[in-house]
């Protein structure tokens, strides 16, 4: 199974991008990259996910680096509902592998 | 709101009781996991389903745990005799095939005392 390694905390400023890393060197051919974000008492937030191409959609933009090491998710316009716990998986054997994630603050 | 509906949201009781949560899928969804999250950890996977079969239970303690899904759609996980360490929140989570984007509910959190 592909771990994932992603910084424990970030800040960004309303309004700005958001940019969270995330480091996947082990991912197979296979292994799609999948986002989600967990607000705290809640359930996690599928956001977006994609095998090789970047992806966007009305939430965020997913960059894959073309050796699929690592990606970034991009917030373009943060705001304080987005402050979250982020979290980048694989899916190998179509469970999700989650790690501890990055706690994202997002600050007025 | 989350459209995969879990119940309990809460539930304490103590240890060596029997405890049961239950998880209503989105309409159609064919796989259905149960996931286990520890406190400052991200969710474990305990089992999946595809339809009313059992595809991975690996990481299910099944001295202790059970889960079924008699008819395909709705789930029931179990945990007797409970265990202090079994303190976490039991998130469902459904998708329309494997592979497909897993959607989750608001989980049950459950306490041992």
């Known amino acids: 199974d592909a771990k994932t390694t992603q910084p424990p905390s970030m800040d960004c400023a309303e309004g700005r991008a958001a940019n969270l890393p995330c480091n996947h060197s082990?991912?197979?051919?296979?292994?799609?990259v999948y986002w989600y974000r967990q607000i705290h008492s809640q359930g996690p937030q599928y956001i977006i996910h994609?095998?090789?191409n970047n992806e966007t959609n009305e939430m965020a933009s997913l960059i894959i680096t073309e050796d699929r090491k690592s990606s970034t998710l991009i917030l373009p316009h943060a705001t304080l509902r987005d402050t979250a716990v982020y979290y980048c998986?694989?899916?190998?054997?179509?469970?999700?592998?989650f790690g501890k994630g990055t706690s994202l603050l997002v600050t007025p | 709101e989350a459209e995969v509906a879990q119940s309990p949201r809460y539930k304490i009781t103590e240890k060596s009781q029997a405890v049961a949560f239950w998880c209503d899928p989105i309409?159609?969804?064919?796989?259905l996991y149960w996931y286990r999250q520890i406190l400052g950890q991200g969710p474990e996977l305990l089992v999946q389903?595809?339809?009313?079969?059992?595809?991975?239970d690996s990481q299910l303690p099944k001295d202790r745990f059970s889960a079924e899904r008699l008819k395909g759609v709705d789930s029931t996980l179990k945990i007797q005799p409970a265990e202090l360490g079994d303190s976490a929140m039991y998130l469902c989570?459904?998708?329309?095939?494997?592979?497909?984007?897993?959607?989750f509910g608001d989980g049950t959190r459950l306490s041992i005392l």
């Open positions: 989570a459904s998708s329309l095939t494997p592979g497909q984007p897993q959607h």
């Open positions: 082990t991912i197979s051919g296979n292994e799609y």
């Open positions: 994609g095998l090789k």
């Open positions: 998986t694989t899916n190998s054997g179509y469970a999700l592998n």
């Open positions: 309409s159609g969804h064919a796989t």
């Open positions: 389903f595809q339809d009313e079969s059992v595809v991975d």
